[in-house]
């Protein structure tokens, strides 16, 4: 016999005995598969080794060596084999008793508000556009709501009635000094509060409450989120604009869309804007746009020749509810916990 | 403003495509609200912004369509023929607010048979909306509707000596208009009265006395201009709007008064008879001529990034109606037209030529310099809160920045001032059971009350697990005219165990620094349970409060069950988070644990006990656990409680011998019998 042929029968036997080894359902077949292989008198193996005196005398050390690994890995076979009968036998039928579809005791995780959400979507697709968030008072003064925004003391919005003007208690006559009081009716405020502050280049995103006093239904509410993004360096223009809407939308939706923007008017952006995106087969309102009015750049005292900018604004509430299919904006002051939860 | 398409092609041939048509007007500022049918012809309807009141009027639209299409604009050629006497022999008019009317022209028109109007004129105001009355007052509804410029008709005999005086009303004043309600008159208002009695609101509505009716013969026309602030006022406080208030509000064309008043007296002699008294009466002073204005045209570039063409800019400037006045190089002077307020300054001739021009030339595809964004502290320690707070269980709330009297009263942690005040209250936030608390007018010092409201509506709604937070300002009053303090809060209401809601509260401390002591301190609230309800402290600050809502409390809240309220000054944790700790390596040496049962004074605090094991443990301590309380009123005595607690110890350098334990345990023990008088149970 070549010592080659002793060899692949030697491999054959380890592998087919672990085989057998591993496939027996308790020890009997166990017992009974070890008498086949390593039976002292008639084993397989015992079969294999008689064989040993018919290779060549100069391949005998060689055989010899290989006579013994494959023995000891027959052996480990058969001890992993009779191991995992001891620790578990192979179980055949299940406990009917054990129902492994019962709840178990579940932790509840709380949701964020839908609002919150949405705001932290829009506020992270303008950061990786490069705008930082900033952050201003909610109760503001007419100087940063109005003046410094360019709306005139003769200017429709600064109606007592479109406002919540605000008084001490000691003072119940509205608090109308020379710069009164009044809860910020749009972010665009926080513009002048850092405008104030810092030298341009500027690019900013200001998120937060904004109060109108509208009595709440369906679609209003006297207290609502605004988003506003305000660019400002040499040479920025409305094509920017146009562009960062546009990476907006883009990014917002998850796909790529026609955006378009349109003439409109606010006091504080010159040309003003409407921007819309296509989407679903029809031009959606995104929000009002425009370049910074240069009274406004004068206001915070630049220069409005040396520098220009950009400014958008939009409203939280009618991206989530559209988003969401949210058909009353009152849900989201109710604060059920199973509407929250719905999120 | 609704025009219609056959009314427009009076004025502008309109050989476009309708689609076309509404699309290019959207796309330079007249948005295309939705387009109606009616009779043949169609109702367009038109989104006019508060700067363009010169597009109130289908002269003015039609002269929008011409630039943009490059049409010839055909203006009605007005030259009705006069008889008789003139008319100031028989009419006067006087001015005597003259901030209120900065002018007023009359014209008369005598023997004019008043009745239906043709059908073309039916059809005409049909389709925009406006119902027929009669021929003379459709006149002067469609003069209005075609140059904007509002007018109106008095039956001239009902002029007490033909005099008009235009002036502010007398004390206690009343007039019957034409909707036949009386209406009080009030300073600032502006009246149009006679010698006798009012006979008009300027600007807002007609009075019914000197109303033309079947009766009238001899009609005088108003065309004047108000003082549009004074207009909206008055219409606002009367609630009396009216096409005419909507564009006296906006502002008029001063230079068209005569031209529309002759329009309006052409078309009542075709369509009522009689004849026009020759000459207009006029008061007031004409308005100051518009100011030119200097483009730079390299300012177009600049502001919407792209360049256009010199010749457009010169073409479409003219069409708009501007005169040329110079061009020298690189500008452009020119003077606006009357019927163009909103053009004062430089840029107002950047966004005309643009918005003509088409803002759908300007790319979207422009090289925005890329540029790092960073997220403020705040974010990222609002985040962090957030993510405890709902590892927790609680379902994240917004709630109105107003609350009733009543609540805002309920507490105030953060502050001693009353809270401000709304001038108007917030209308329709409250659930219909909560409607009688009062006006929501206080601007919240708390978001304690606001949450007890949500709790209060989920438990009557059957939910469970009402767990919420709430993260916004309070608004904390500081002196008069002063921008009021406006911290951040993050606040709950639980219906979970006392102290369960304040280790939550703990553990969001603990994430933003873990190293941060809170001391704890009794807190007597009418709101809050008096055994428990605490403060928490960071040495000199207050962070916060903890507590069980008490009976009271429950009861002015109309809460069923049991809840637990706990509010925490955002602006204070950020200010001490640490964001990012800096590794120490772990102790690679077994700890020791030893257990101790102490007996102490009812009065003995668990904080004082572990300040105590801490101070008395020394550098080896790791950690000290609070275990359980017994009583054994026979073998104690009254008024003593037994304290089970552990002590963890470990060395950074070195495994912790048994002696070395036993030395620091007796130390505890030491520590604790000299400072809280406890025995040791052995």
Same mark, same amino acid.
């Given at each position: 016999m070549s010592l080659q042929q002793f060899i692949e029968q030697l491999d054959e036997l380890a592998q087919s005995a672990r085989q057998s080894f591993m496939g027996a359902g308790d020890s009997e077949e166990l017992e009974s598969a070890r008498v086949e292989y390593l039976g002292a008198k008639n084993g397989r193996l015992k079969t294999v080794q008689k064989q040993l005196g018919s290779i060549e005398r100069d391949d005998k050390p060689l055989a010899g060596k290989k006579l013994n690994e494959v023995k000891q890995e027959i052996q480990s076979s058969f001890d992993e084999a009779s191991e995992r009968l001891v620790s578990g036998p192979a179980r055949t039928e299940r406990d009917l008793r054990i129902d492994a579809t019962?709840?178990?005791?579940?932790?509840?995780?709380?949701?964020?508000?839908?609002?919150?959400?949405?705001?932290?979507?829009?506020?992270?697709?303008?950061?990786?556009?490069g705008f930082s968030p900033a952050e201003g008072p909610e109760i503001e003064d007419d100087w940063h709501n109005f003046k410094a925004l360019n709306i005139p003391d003769i200017h429709p919005a600064r109606d007592p009635l479109d406002n919540f003007y605000l008084a001490t208690a000691?003072?119940?006559?509205?608090?109308?000094?020379?710069?009164?009081?009044?809860?910020?009716?749009?972010?665009?405020?926080?513009?002048?509060?850092?405008?104030?502050?810092?030298?341009?280049?500027?690019?900013?995103?200001?998120?937060?409450?904004?109060?109108r006093p509208d009595t709440a239904d369906a679609t209003h509410f006297p207290m609502f989120h605004q988003m506003e993004g305000l660019m400002v360096d040499r040479g920025v223009n409305l094509s920017d604009l146009k562009t960062v809407i546009k990476l907006f939308a883009t990014s917002y939706l998850?796909?790529?869309?026609?955006?378009?923007?349109?003439?409109?008017?606010?006091?504080?952006?010159?040309?003003?804007?409407?921007a819309d995106y296509y989407w679903n087969g029809k031009w959606v309102e995104f929000g009002g746009a425009g370049?910074?009015?240069?009274?406004?750049?004068?206001?915070?005292?630049?220069?409005?020749?040396?520098?220009?900018?950009?400014?958008?604004?939009?409203?939280?509430?009618?991206?989530?509810?559209?988003?969401?299919?949210?058909?009353?904006?009152?849900?989201?002051?109710?604060?059920?916990?199973?509407?929250?939860?719905?999120? | 403003?609704?025009?219609?398409?056959?009314?427009?092609?009076?004025?502008?041939?309109?050989?476009?495509?309708?689609?076309?048509?509404?699309?290019?007007?959207?796309?330079?500022?007249?948005?295309?609200?939705?387009?109606?049918?009616?009779? $043949?012809?169609?109702?367009i309807d038109l989104e006019v912004t508060s700067n363009r009141p010169d597009c109130l009027g289908h002269i003015g639209v039609a002269r929008e369509i011409a630039v943009l299409y490059q049409l010839p604009l055909q203006l009605p050629q007005v030259d009705p023929p006069v008889t008789g006497a003139d008319v100031s022999q028989s009419c006067q008019v006087e001015i005597e607010c003259p901030e209120l009317c900065y002018r007023y022209t009359a014209r008369l028109v005598r023997n004019v048979q008043v009745g239906p109007s043709p059908d073309w004129l039916v059809d005409r105001l049909k389709v925009i909306g406006v119902a027929s009355v009669n021929n003379v007052v459709d006149a002067t509804n469609f003069v209005m509707f075609e140059t904007g410029q509002p007018l109106h008709a008095f039956d001239f005999s009902k002029v007490s000596d033909g005099k008009i005086r235009v002036r502010e009303p007398s004390k206690d004043e009343q007039m019957e208009a034409i909707d036949h309600r009386k209406y009080s008159l009030l300073p600032g208002m502006c009246v149009i009265a006679d010698t006798a009695s009012p006979l008009a609101i300027g600007g807002v509505m007609g009075g019914a006395e000197s109303e033309v009716s079947e009766s009238t013969t001899d009609v005088l026309i108003e065309a004047a201009h108000f003082n549009p602030l004074s207009v909206r006022n008055t219409a606002r406080t009367l609630n009396l709007h009216s096409p005419s208030s909507f564009r006296f509000e906006r502002s008029i064309d001063p230079e068209q008064l005569d031209s529309a008043s002759l329009r309006c007296a052409e078309i009542i002699l075709q369509i009522a008879g009689g004849e026009l008294a020759p000459g207009v009466v006029q008061a007031g002073q004409p308005a100051e001529p518009p100011s030119p204005i200097t483009l730079r045209t390299a300012e177009l570039?600049?502001?919407?990034?792209?360049?256009?063409?010199?010749?457009?800019?010169?073409?479409?400037?003219?069409?708009?109606?501007?005169?040329?006045? $110079?061009?020298?190089?690189?500008?452009?002077?020119?003077?606006?037209?009357?019927?163009?307020?909103?053009?004062?300054?430089?840029?107002?001739?950047?966004?005309?030529?643009?918005?003509?021009y088409g803002y759908d030339k300007v790319p979207d595809t422009a090289q925005v310099p890329m540029v790092a964004s960073h997220l403020p502290k705040r974010d990222r320690v609002l985040e962090r809160v957030r993510n405890v707070l709902m590892g927790a269980g609680f379902d994240e709330a917004l709630t109105a920045s107003f609350v009733p009297e009543p609540w805002s009263a309920a507490i105030s942690p953060w502050t001693d001032q009353p809270a401000l005040i709304s001038t108007q209250p917030m209308l329709g936030v409250l659930e219909k059971a909560s409607q009688n608390i009062g006006a929501v007018d206080r601007i919240r010092r708390s978001l304690i009350p606001s949450l007890l409201e949500a709790r209060r509506i989920n438990e009557y709604r059957s939910n469970t697990n009402i767990e919420l937070f709430e993260t916004a300002k309070v608004y904390l009053p500081l002196g008069e005219q002063e921008i009021p303090d406006q911290p951040t809060m993050?606040?709950?209401?639980?219906?979970?165990?006392?102290?369960?809601?304040?280790?939550?509260?703990?553990?969001?401390?603990?994430?933003?620094?873990?190293? =941060?002591?809170?001391?704890?301190?009794?807190?007597?609230?009418?709101?809050?349970?008096?055994? =428990?309800?605490?403060?928490?402290?960071?040495?000199?600050?207050?962070?916060? =409060?903890?507590?069980?809502?008490?009976?009271?409390?429950?009861?002015?809240?109309?809460?069923?069950?049991?809840?637990?309220?706990?509010?925490?000054k955002l602006d204070l944790l950020e200010s001490l988070a640490v964001l990012v700790p800096l590794h120490h390596n772990q102790s690679p040496f077994p700890p020791i644990s030893r257990d101790f049962n102490f007996v102490v004074d009812e009065g003995v605090r668990w904080s004082e006990l572990e300040s105590t094991v801490r101070q008395a443990a020394g550098e080896l301590l790791e950690n000290v656990e609070y275990r359980e309380t017994f009583r054994d009123q026979e073998k104690d005595g009254d008024g003593k409680k037994r304290v089970l607690l552990s002590v963890t110890l470990r060395s950074p350098s070195e495994t912790l011998t048994g002696e070395m334990a036993d030395q620091v345990s007796r130390g505890i023990v030491s520590g604790c019998q000299e400072k809280l008088a406890a025995a040791l149970l052995v």
């Open positions: 019962l709840p178990g005791p579940s932790q509840n995780i709380g949701r964020l508000h839908p609002i919150t959400q949405t705001i932290d979507e829009l506020r992270d697709i303008m950061g990786r556009l000691k003072n119940t006559a509205p608090a109308l000094g020379d710069n009164p009081l009044l809860m910020r009716t749009q972010t665009s405020t926080v513009q002048i509060r850092v405008m104030e502050k810092r030298q341009p280049p500027i690019r900013i995103i200001s998120l937060g409450r904004v109060y998850g796909d790529e869309v026609p955006v378009r923007v349109r003439p409109s008017f606010f006091p504080f952006t010159e040309p003003s804007v409407e370049v910074v009015d240069p009274n406004v750049l004068a206001a915070v005292g630049y220069d409005p020749d040396e520098v220009s900018g950009f400014a958008f604004g939009l409203g939280v509430e009618r991206l989530c509810m559209i988003r969401y299919q949210i058909t009353d904006i009152r849900y989201l002051y109710t604060n059920d916990v199973r509407f929250l939860r719905q999120f | 403003m609704i025009v219609s398409w056959k009314w427009l092609s009076q004025y502008v041939d309109l050989e476009m495509d309708y689609e076309d048509l509404v699309d290019r007007l959207t796309m330079s500022g007249l948005n295309h609200e939705g387009t109606e049918e009616i009779e $043949g012809d169609q109702a570039e600049r502001i919407l990034g792209i360049p256009i063409p010199n010749e457009f800019v010169l073409r479409t400037l003219t069409d708009l109606g501007l005169e040329i006045t $110079g061009q020298a190089d690189g500008t452009v002077t020119a003077i606006p037209p009357s019927w163009r307020h909103d053009l004062t300054r430089e840029i107002d001739l950047v966004e005309e030529v643009g918005r003509i993050v606040s709950l209401v639980s219906g979970r165990d006392f102290f369960e809601v304040k280790a939550i509260l703990l553990q969001v401390v603990s994430r933003l620094n873990p190293n =941060l002591t809170v001391e704890l301190v009794p807190l007597d609230h009418p709101l809050l349970d008096t055994n =428990l309800a605490v403060e928490l402290w960071v040495g000199e600050d207050k962070l916060g =409060l903890v507590g069980q809502v008490s009976d009271g409390g429950k009861q002015q809240f109309r809460l069923r069950s049991a809840a637990v309220v706990a509010e925490c």
